[in-house]
């Protein structure tokens, strides 16, 4: 291997190293169901939720019930699987029952 390249795994490594770092945000991963598929230091802090607790239930337990309601949960899972990503900005629901 030559000076200035890394294999994949390297590359994957420093990723994974980058997203970790992200702590002010949560960066997480769902299927085309809205089930949580991976989890990260960030959305741990952020929701008190560990990755044990979390992957694999679904993300409606991050929201509040009237955006459950009103369908909004569908429109970011579909958007989501549409583009390849959502970002947004909205009241989510804390392990402990709490808004942030």
């Known amino acids: 291997m030559g000076y200035g390249q890394v294999t994949v795994d390297e590359e994957l490594t420093h990723y994974r190293q980058m997203i970790d770092s992200i702590t002010?945000?949560?960066?997480?991963?769902?299927?085309g169901q809205g089930r949580v598929g991976?989890?990260?230091?960030?959305?741990e802090k952020l929701?008190?939720?560990t990755a044990d607790e979390i992957i694999g239930k679904p993300i409606?337990?991050?929201y509040t019930p009237?955006?459950?309601?009103a369908g909004q949960v569908d429109v970011e899972v579909r958007t989501a699987a549409g583009?390849?990503?959502?970002?947004?900005?909205?009241?989510?629901v804390h392990k402990n029952s709490g808004r942030f």
């Open 83 to 92: 583009s390849g990503r959502y970002e947004t900005e909205g009241w989510r």
């Open 38 to 43: 991976t989890w990260h230091p960030g959305a």
């Open 47 to 49: 929701t008190g939720y």
């Open 66 to 69: 009237e955006d459950v309601a």
């Open 60 to 62: 409606t337990v991050f």
């Open 24 to 31: 002010d945000y949560e960066v997480i991963r769902v299927d």
